[in-house]
């Protein structure tokens, strides 16, 4: 019979506080995490924020020993925080100079006669000191969500959709105001579209591809045929489907076609009709097409300029394979790659990032990064199908929702870094964490 693997199932003690932290790390994350970069500040009063979360629910893991099912996701989530802490490791110089891709480290002691010191790994510790910071919100989100109920879970879904509900309000602000609207709460952001609480069009359409499946799952999930709640997730279906067509994210458009196919059959698995659901996606995909199919259109315009992701790649792999098997370290990509950018790229435009996130992972990590990511899919792949195949426990669409915006966000990753920021990461910390409280059915 299915059940459920979560903390509260054998430890209901401070459930209410973990619930009050966890709530207070989704509305910071959200408001503050929105930006990769220059907002060092915003960032960590999140962090600090997730340490409440992180000692209540470590509490509850050290009441209560988890379950067999949780051993292997929660091992890859203990050795993914352990990479970039092994890389901080002061090595001596006998060590580190052979590492691969420390010849002109080396060499520059070498030609001003001094002894090379201890070092570590990294090629920016600094970068990965703050990379290794930047994990404690979504570690202290999946800890969270072991450790609290079924309702728990459901009242923080509502919560994330609120947000992102308040996000497409403040883009609506942003829109009205131009260019120059002083709604944008980041410098370095994409004026004149709709961003909402985050610095980049990419990364909104990646928050909102995620919530889609979870707002559906919570109708597949609800009591009752079509009740006030219903209706109101419809809504959110609705107006999230519009704010992916205004936003003018080409993935999010990419892939809001098999996310809203996806959502619909996560509703049908249940045996519901998915009327609601299905009417809020006629609506709001009849919208689009008559009020912005024209700017959509043009992000997909052929006489375009080359895309500089697609040029860039080929140098981001070299620079990779530099590096192998350890890698350069957890954020070391901009040091990187200025030392193979050819001068044929160099322009106006700041690539801080891959804009793709496995090709990032190799070159910071190397074959590590690798192993834990092909960790990480076989979980994913058996915690899914065990979801699919009937093994949700109490909340079945919950499971299916939250396996399906994993997805999303991860296919999204192979063309950006949504992952970059701590707003989507600790929503896909969620999302996994909803997913592991599951196992499938004793056979």
């Given at each position: 019979m299915a059940d459920e693997q979560t903390l509260s199932d054998r430890d209901v003690r401070g459930e209410g506080p973990r619930l009050v932290a966890a709530m207070a790390l989704v509305t910071l994350s959200v408001v503050l995490g929105g930006a990769s970069r220059e907002n060092p500040l915003r960032l960590t009063l999140v962090e600090v924020a997730s340490l409440p979360l992180l000692a209540l629910s470590l509490g509850a893991l050290a009441r209560n020993r988890p379950g067999r099912a949780l051993v292997f996701p929660l091992a890859v989530l203990g050795l993914t925080l352990a990479v970039p802490l092994l890389q901080l490791i002061p090595l001596p110089p006998t060590?580190?100079?052979?590492?691969?891709?420390?010849?002109?480290?080396?060499?520059?002691?070498?030609?001003?006669?001094?002894?090379?010191?201890?070092?570590?790994?990294?090629?920016?510790?600094?970068?990965?000191?703050?990379?290794?910071?930047?994990?404690?919100?979504?570690?202290?989100?999946?800890?969270?969500?072991?450790?609290?109920?079924?309702?728990?879970?459901?009242?923080?879904?509502?919560?994330?959709?609120?947000?992102?509900?308040?996000?497409?309000?403040?883009?609506?602000?942003?829109?009205?105001?131009?260019?120059?609207?002083?709604?944008?709460?980041?410098?370095?952001?994409?004026?004149?579209?709709?961003?909402?609480?985050?610095?980049?069009?990419?990364?909104?359409?990646?928050?909102?591809?995620?919530?889609?499946?979870?707002?559906?799952?919570?109708?597949?999930?609800?009591?009752?045929?079509?009740?006030?709640?219903?209706?109101?997730?419809?809504?959110?279906?609705?107006?999230?489907?519009?704010?992916?067509?205004?936003?003018?994210?080409?993935?999010?458009?990419?892939?809001?076609?098999?996310?809203?196919?996806?959502?619909?059959?996560?509703?049908?698995?249940?045996?519901?009709?998915?009327?609601?659901?299905?009417?809020?996606?006629?609506?709001?995909?009849?919208?689009?097409?008559?009020?912005?199919?024209?700017?959509?259109?043009?992000?997909?315009?052929?006489?375009?300029?080359?895309?500089?992701?697609?040029?860039?790649?080929?140098?981001?792999?070299?620079?990779?394979?530099?590096?192998?098997?350890?890698?350069?370290?957890?954020?070391?990509?901009?040091?990187?790659?200025?030392?193979?950018?050819?001068?044929?790229?160099?322009?106006p435009a700041y690539f801080n990032h891959a804009h793709n996130d496995y090709l990032e992972l190799w070159l910071e990590t190397g074959l590590v990064g690798a192993a834990l990511m092909a960790a990480f899919a076989v979980w994913l792949a058996q915690a899914t199908w065990a979801a699919w195949r009937g093994g949700g426990g109490a909340s079945p669409g919950l499971a299916r929702g939250a396996g399906v915006a994993i997805a999303l966000i991860l296919l999204h990753s192979a063309v950006d870094y949504p992952l970059r920021t701590t707003s989507v990461a600790t929503l896909f910390a969620f999302c996994c964490g909803v997913l592991a409280s599951r196992r499938a059915p004793e056979v």
């Amino acid at each position: 019979m299915a059940d459920e693997q979560t903390l509260s199932d054998r430890d209901v003690r401070g459930e209410g506080p973990r619930l009050v932290a966890a709530m207070a790390l989704v509305t910071l994350s959200v408001v503050l995490g929105g930006a990769s970069r220059e907002n060092p500040l915003r960032l960590t009063l999140v962090e600090v924020a997730s340490l409440p979360l992180l000692a209540l629910s470590l509490g509850a893991l050290a009441r209560n020993r988890p379950g067999r099912a949780l051993v292997f996701p929660l091992a890859v989530l203990g050795l993914t925080l352990a990479v970039p802490l092994l890389q901080l490791i002061p090595l001596p110089p006998t060590l580190w100079t052979r590492l691969p891709g420390h010849a002109a480290e080396t060499l520059a002691f070498r030609l001003a006669g001094l002894a090379p010191p201890w070092a570590t790994s990294s090629l920016a510790p600094r970068q990965t000191l703050i990379s290794a910071l930047a994990l404690a919100p979504p570690i202290a989100m999946i800890l969270g969500v072991l450790s609290l109920g079924p309702r728990e879970r459901r009242i923080l879904i509502y919560l994330w959709l609120a947000l992102a509900a308040a996000g497409l309000v403040l883009g609506a602000a942003q829109l009205a105001g131009g260019a120059t609207s002083p709604f944008y709460l980041y410098e370095t952001t994409n004026t004149g579209s709709l961003v909402g609480f985050f610095a980049n069009r990419n990364h909104e359409a990646a928050f909102l591809l995620a919530l889609l499946p979870l707002a559906a799952g919570l109708i597949a999930d609800g009591q009752g045929k079509q009740s006030l709640t219903t209706w109101l997730l419809g809504l959110f279906c609705l107006l999230a489907i519009v704010g992916l067509g205004v936003v003018g994210s080409r993935a999010g458009v990419i892939l809001a076609a098999p996310a809203l196919l996806a959502c619909l059959v996560i509703v049908w698995k249940t045996g519901r009709r998915g009327a609601v659901l299905a009417g809020a996606a006629g609506l709001a995909l009849a919208g689009v097409l008559a009020f912005n199919v024209s700017p959509i259109a043009e992000r997909f315009d052929a006489a375009a300029p080359p895309e500089f992701r697609l040029e860039a790649w080929p140098y981001v792999a070299k620079g990779a394979a530099a590096y192998l098997p350890l890698g350069a370290g957890v954020g070391a990509f901009d040091r990187v790659f200025r030392s193979v950018e050819p001068l044929t790229l160099v322009g106006p435009a700041y690539f801080n990032h891959a804009h793709n996130d496995y090709l990032e992972l190799w070159l910071e990590t190397g074959l590590v990064g690798a192993a834990l990511m092909a960790a990480f899919a076989v979980w994913l792949a058996q915690a899914t199908w065990a979801a699919w195949r009937g093994g949700g426990g109490a909340s079945p669409g919950l499971a299916r929702g939250a396996g399906v915006a994993i997805a999303l966000i991860l296919l999204h990753s192979a063309v950006d870094y949504p992952l970059r920021t701590t707003s989507v990461a600790t929503l896909f910390a969620f999302c996994c964490g909803v997913l592991a409280s599951r196992r499938a059915p004793e056979v």
